[in-house]
């Protein structure tokens, strides 16, 4: 009787968790692997593995992190195990009507319209943000996104403060280079 | 004069990243303060690099569905919970274990097994009688696969259409080689191979064979609705002696 009070409260609990988090999950997912329904699925897998440990973790508050962890790691691993490698070839060096699909698979709830109505500096931005380095784009995106300080992006990506300091300023740079080329800076 | 204060820039510069997220200790945010104040340099590159944290937290985010939320709680909900454990009082627990401990215990007073044991023997001679196999020929079978998911809409993967096997050469039936061989080939528009790449391999002789074999396969080329694209099919060949 207890005990199913206490999964009722669980689950519950778990439930406003996911509903709080499944955006910047998805999100942060889709920037590592670039594919909308992967994403999905990826998202959905990453719940399902953290509600199975979640009675073992004790702070719920760094929930977020511990769950960015999750995320990442499935991602890496349906990366390595479909070899998403070819998808992006595919993906990338394919025209579709004249578009490359790399749009349409990233964004595929917009019409083209509303896609052509976007702010134009923006798809700039993220079209180069899409072009670098992986690790440097899943820094970026943890810190400007999830805003998530540089010893948490260290649990999340398994490496040292110091590091993230060094990757997050070399990313910046290279973001920098980039705009300026493409003249997005006013 | 000026050259310690280019130094002094140089690692400004550097600390500037963390400065922006708040994430240098005090002593150091002050400093990296100081400077901007004076070095306009510095406050230029400062600003701009602030610029780039915003252009890139204004970046519209992929909008989700708003069903993935609700497949999730279903798809938990559905996880069984654990079978409940009854749980007996202490007192109970305790005589449980002692019971099984004298019980034990009783057992091994009994050094001599023999009455306990049935007299069937635990293991007979079987007779193995060796099976010939039909005499059957060394051969190559390939078989392909598509190596992605369809995540994108009518995409339909390249077909085969005419495939030359290859046979066992002397070189490889004299050293009695068997196993698989694993390739990528990329399929041009025209249906043609456009080039091959080995992801397992056997051995140097075993991979030229398939390669060669691929090279002069035929395709119907992939498309994306109408339109023929460049697409990827994987081929297998199984070397059996």
Redesign the interface.
Known sequence: MSINKERNNVEETFEKLVMDNYRRVFNYINTLVNDYELSEDLTQDTFLRAYRSFKGLRRKESFHVWIMRIARNLSINRMKMENLKRIRFVSLFTKRYNRELIDSVSDPVLSLEERAKEDEEKNIVKKILYEMQPRMREVLILKEWEELSYAEIGKVMKISKKAVKSLIHRAREAMKKRLEREDAFK | MHSSKQGDCERIK?E???YI?R?LNKKVMNRVEEHLKTCSICREEYH??L???K???????????SY??L???D???E?K?LP?MVWFPVTIRVAVLIAIIINISIFSLFRDYRFMISPIPSYRPIKIEKIMLTEERESITVSFSI???D??DE?TPPEVVSIKTPSYSEKLLSRNIEGTVILNIVVDETGDTKSVRVTKSLSSEADSLSIASAKTMKFNPAK??T?K????ITASFLFKI
């Open positions: 550097s500037l990243s963390a997220d994430e701009t690099l610029n780039v944290k252009m890139i937290k204004g970046i519209k985010r992929v909008e989700v569905d993935l939320p497949k999730i709680i798809r938990v909900t996880i919970p409940e190596p992605f998911r995540s994108i995409y994306i609705g339109v694209v460049k697409g990827f």
